[in-house]
């Protein structure tokens, strides 16, 4: 595969006028925004509150085992490899997994995904006894749901009349009615299947930027074509090495990281950005900012001015509660990704999402890199990062939800495998929606932004630039395209555009 790079992307011998940018916050979409501004020439400075990199790319080590703290889900690596250079894209070896997920349903019946389209479809209609070319069908369908949605949704700022007017965009508009945007995900999927269990299984990728398929646009079915076509990714060092590869690219630019800077204010005057106050009080001016922060707080703390209004109200999206678990086994039965479903996925959303409370019956994640990297954990154990979806913080006992929720996946993760799980547990740290939000800043640990439940919720992100303030930029998470590491680098990508067409 050719990787374009950002030379080649834009022609840069255009870009005369080098200044200086501040990017706050070293998130993946900052790191990434800071490697593209450095290519086109400008200084870069990135402030990051902590003494380390990534944000939610995190990482664990504890007593033999490690842990990527944050996303375990790798797809669309092609967004990291156009960011590296040729030596730096061999040194990121990255493996594409032959198995998606391991499914285990409440039933006791188990299904695995083959990263196979073809071997997919055949398995699911085998075990789900439904017609393969319906499952095939609604791929394809899928497919170009992509195809015209992603020029106009995901590459290009929808903020601005050029991404409409052009051929892709022109296009895009023409085929909105394929987007089943006013059926949820739920409602289309019912009248293409019969299978509860199928039904659950398409459900579930709602989840992939933190929404509720009984609400979410059935447009959001285009994710699974996503991971069927270009696959589930782990990079050989676990998923930390994203970060770690991207700063290493960043350096041989020149980007200037400065750690344990945590930005008080981006100070303002008329429509500019003049400068940014750290919390020990040095004031730094900048030619431009931008913003790997959640876009709530950034207008809330750091812009001390209101949040506009369609931001404001638009809904966060789930967080998630973690356990990281060193485990003093092996289980044959697992793989790298596991899901064991709850029996009601409908009453389980309706907690996530209406009652804001913890479901007796969470469906349960395992991610085992230890299963590749067998560094990851002591020989004879493996590495469980257990996960569950939970509302984001709105002031619930999150200590007390942590328990509840460690003795209902304790005892559903013992009925599957047959063994008592606690009885293997070496060691234990826990992440819950609170420390999210404290660690990487994200407006009440939502792990999104904002969901996407509401038809108009793309309309409704912050733009990738701001329209008060003309040096001002957004990237990351909470900010268009959305969450996700691919989604994260496309943002980047807008930003560096942007900016590369202004200046
Ligand atoms: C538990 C979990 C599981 C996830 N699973 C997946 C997955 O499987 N696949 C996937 O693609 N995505 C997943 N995600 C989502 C993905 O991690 C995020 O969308 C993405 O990493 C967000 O990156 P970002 O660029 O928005 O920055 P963030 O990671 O949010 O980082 C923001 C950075 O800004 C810094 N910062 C904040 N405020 C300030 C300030 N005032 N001054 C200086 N620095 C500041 C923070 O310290 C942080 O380093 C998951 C997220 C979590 C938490």
Same mark, same amino acid.
């Given at each position: ?9 834009? +022609? ?70 156009? !960011? ?16 998606? $997920? ?126 069927? #076509? ?36 981006? %100070?303002?005057? +008329? ?7 750290? #919390? ?101 154990? #493996? ?9 984001? +913080? +709105? ?17 559903? !993760? ?12 070496? $060691? ?24 996407? %439940? ?20 957004? $990237? ?28």
């Amino acid at each position: 595969m050719i990787y374009l790079h950002l030379e080649q992307q834009f +022609n840069i011998e255009n870009c005369t006028k080098s200044m200086q940018f501040s990017i706050v916050g070293s998130g993946i979409a900052g790191l990434a925004t800071a490697i593209r501004l450095a290519r086109l020439g400008h200084q870069v400075d990135v402030f990051e509150q902590h003494s380390t990199y990534g944000g939610k790319l995190g990482v664990l080590e504890m007593d033999g085992y490690r842990f990527d703290t944050g996303p375990s889900l790798f797809t669309m690596p092609q967004f990291v490899r156009e !960011l590296l250079d040729e030596d730096l894209n061999q040194k990121f070896q990255v493996e594409k997994l032959p198995i998606l $997920c391991h499914y285990f349903f409440s039933d006791q019946s188990r299904f695995q995904v083959s990263a196979n389209q073809e071997a997919f479809v055949n398995d699911a209609s085998q075990f789900f006894i439904e017609d393969a070319d319906a499952i095939s069908g609604f791929l394809k369908k899928s497919k170009i749901v992509y195809d015209i949605t992603a020029p106009v949704f995901l590459e290009n700022s929808l903020h601005k009349l050029s991404t409409y007017t052009k051929p892709s965009g022109l296009r895009g508009i023409a085929n909105l009615w394929r987007l089943e945007m006013f059926k949820t995900m739920n409602q289309s999927l019912e009248k293409r299947f019969t299978n509860p269990k199928l039904i659950q299984f398409f459900s579930r990728y709602a989840t992939y930027n933190g929404s509720d398929p009984y609400q979410a646009p059935a447009t959001l079915n285009v994710i699974p074509h996503l991971e069927f #076509e270009y696959g589930a990714h782990l990079p050989k060092l676990g998923m930390r090495q994203i970060a770690d590869i991207l700063v290493e690219q960043s350096l041989r630019l020149g980007v200037n990281f400065r750690y344990n800077q945590k930005v008080k204010s981006i %100070n303002h005057h +008329n429509q500019m950005i003049t400068s940014l106050s750290l #919390e020990n009080n040095q004031e730094l001016s900048t030619d431009g900012v931008i913003a790997n922060v959640d876009a709530k707080i950034v207008y809330n703390k750091l812009l001390n001015i209101d949040v506009p209004r369609k931001i404001d109200h638009a809904e966060n999206s789930s967080s998630a509660l973690i356990f990281y678990w060193g485990i003093n086994r092996t289980f044959s039965e697992l793989d790298i990704h596991n899901i064991f479903f709850a029996e009601s996925y409908r009453d389980e959303f309706k907690a996530i999402f209406k009652t804001h409370t913890l479901h007796h019956d969470p469906t349960i994640y395992i991610n085992i890199t230890s299963k590749l990297i067998k560094q990851d954990a002591p020989s004879e154990g #493996e590495n469980w990062f257990v996960m569950i979806n939970v509302p984001y +913080n +709105n002031g619930q006992d999150w200590d007390q939800i942590t328990q509840q929720a460690k003795t209902f996946i304790l005892q559903k !993760l013992s009925e599957h495998l047959k063994v008592n799980i606690q009885n293997h547990i070496v $060691c234990e740290s826990v992440l819950d929606p609170v420390t999210i939000e404290s660690r990487t800043g994200s407006n009440k640990g939502s792990l999104y932004g904002s969901s996407s %439940n509401d038809r108009m919720s793309a309309f409704f992100r912050q733009s990738n630039f701001s329209n008060q303030f003309d040096n001002l930029y957004f $990237c990351g998470g909470s900010v268009h395209p959305g969450g996700g590491i691919p989604l994260c680098l496309l943002s980047a990508k807008i930003v560096s555009k942007v900016i590369f067409e202004k200046n």
